[in-house]
């Protein structure tokens, strides 16, 4: 089992829709976790972070986390073609010294206009 | 503007030979970290700093090398050690307290072998 999972897509949503992204993760001692998106060839850009249960909502970016069942989401409200990106979850796990950052493989998301 | 600088953008290599990729930031990030990225997948830790002159290995440092001299700088180089080091090669900083820990990313290095 990945430590961090992620469909890979592409999820293809119309425009205006909302789109879902999901993420599981294995280690129940994770603490935080961070959403970022990727534009093709370009870097990785922070968008969300949640560290407790229930939601976080940011604009149209809504985190979700529920770590009894060990899934964070990403909902993104009235999508828009520039949010056609690949979305990276982020676990960390560890306190004090070194804390492990594990990434998903992404979800490439395309908002058809 | 703080920030992490990467060069070059874009490199080749021939086969055995060594090239070192340049990471620098501004932003007073204790911690630093670098990863690979090839298509299609998520990021690998190769290795990370959290003071100077202290790194470790991550996930895949094998044929890699990096070193820690001074806060602000966080060289890599692949070595001809590295069997297929054609990738995208993405340096970070952070500062890591208690749960919190985002990551900024500079704006990569494409490295293709010839």
């Known amino acids: 089992q990945k430590e961090v999972e992620q469909n890979s897509g592409p999820l293809s949503v119309p425009e205006g829709a909302i789109a879902s992204l999901n993420c599981t993760y294995s280690d129940r001692g994770s603490q935080s976790f961070f959403w ?34 060990q899934y964070v989401s990403l909902l993104i409200r009235d999508s828009q073609p520039s949010d056609s990106a690949t979305y990276l979850c982020a676990v960390i796990t560890g306190s004090g010294g070194y804390q492990k950052v594990t990434f998903g493989t992404g979800t490439k998301l395309q908002v058809i206009p | ?28 990030h204790d911690a630093m970290y670098w990863y690979r990225q090839d298509p299609g997948q998520g990021l690998r830790l190769i290795y990370y700093s959290q003071i100077v002159n202290d790194f470790q290995k991550g996930d895949i440092a094998e044929g890699y090398s990096v070193s820690r001299e001074k806060k602000e700088s966080f ?35 494409r490295l293709t072998v010839l």
Request: hydrophobic content about 25%; overall charge positive; glycine content about 10%.
């Open chain 1, 36 to 69: 970022y998106r990727q534009y093709s060839g370009k870097s990785p850009e922070l968008i969300m972070f949640i560290y407790s249960n229930g939601d976080k909502e940011d604009g149209r970016f809504t985190a979700q986390l529920n770590k009894a069942s």
């Open chain 2, 75 to 109: 060289p890599l180089t692949v070595t001809s050690a590295q069997k297929n080091p054609t990738a995208f090669y993405l340096c970070a900083s952070s500062i890591p307290a208690g749960g919190y820990n985002e990551q900024f990313f500079g704006p990569g290095t």
């Open chain 2, 1 to 28: 503007d703080g920030g992490i600088t990467q060069s070059p953008k874009y490199l080749f290599r021939k086969e055995g030979q060594n090239v070192t990729l340049s990471c620098e930031q501004n932003l007073n």
